[in-house]
């Protein structure tokens, strides 16, 4: 397909004791001193997992949604503080107009409500949807990250590693416990998996 890998890549250590490991920025790849008690194969594939994410450079696609999200929430608040300013404008106009003021303080500050309530709400809506895409994307990128373990070889280990997790009775906690939440569910990585060909199964 074309993918490569940077010759330069970078590892790093966190000290945690959950079995983990993550790609971030174009080259670098952090994993957790408890990925170490994990067999050796496993070990390699969590890494080849991680090559493949590099490889189909996820990290700058996550970076272009969020910071897409970003610049749309800074428009989003900027016409929210300019309805406010407006409003309190028409009021202190009103303040001086006598009646007819009084009428337009009533008005500007109806306006005032139902632009600030509507803004809101495109907040939320949309806010709601960057979220979604940016979790969507990450469940794909796993599936792909997953499948390039596989044509390295550690199709079986992805699964086996994955079927540990499942059973380790540990949970994440942190950002740990963030990533793990933008992943599809182990088992059906490794359905997938199998469907491509691992022919990983489960101990009974």
């Known amino acids: 397909e074309g993918l490569s890998i940077p010759d330069d890549i970078g590892f790093f250590m966190n000290d945690s004791e959950e079995q983990n490991a993550f790609a971030t920025g174009r080259k670098t790849i952090c994993v957790t001193k408890g990925l170490l008690n994990l067999p050796e194969d496993q070990i390699i594939a969590a890494l080849c997992h991680e090559f493949g994410h590099i490889a189909h450079h996820d990290t700058d696609g996550i970076l272009v949604i969020t910071v897409g999200n970003m610049i749309a929430t800074a428009i989003i608040t900027i016409i929210k503080i300019a ?93 740990f416990a963030q990533l793990a939440s933008s992943h599809p569910d182990n088992d059906s990585r490794i359905a997938a998996l199998q469907n491509l060909g691992a022919s990983y199964q489960a101990e009974v």
Do not use: H, P
Not at 125 to 135: D, S
Not at 143 to 160: K, L, Q, V
């Open 83 to 175: 309805a406010i300013i407006f409003g309190l404008m028409l009021n202190i106009v009103g303040m001086v107009g006598g009646q007819e003021g009084a009428a337009g303080r009533v008005a500007g500050s109806l306006a005032q409500m139902i632009t600030v309530a509507f803004v809101g709400w495109v907040m939320k809506g949309w806010t709601a949807f960057g979220r979604f895409l940016v979790m969507n994307s990450m469940r794909k990128q796993e599936y792909r990250a997953d499948e390039f373990a596989f044509n390295c070889g550690y199709g079986n280990s992805i699964c086996a590693m994955l079927d540990s997790f499942g059973s380790s009775g540990t949970e994440s906690t942190g950002l």
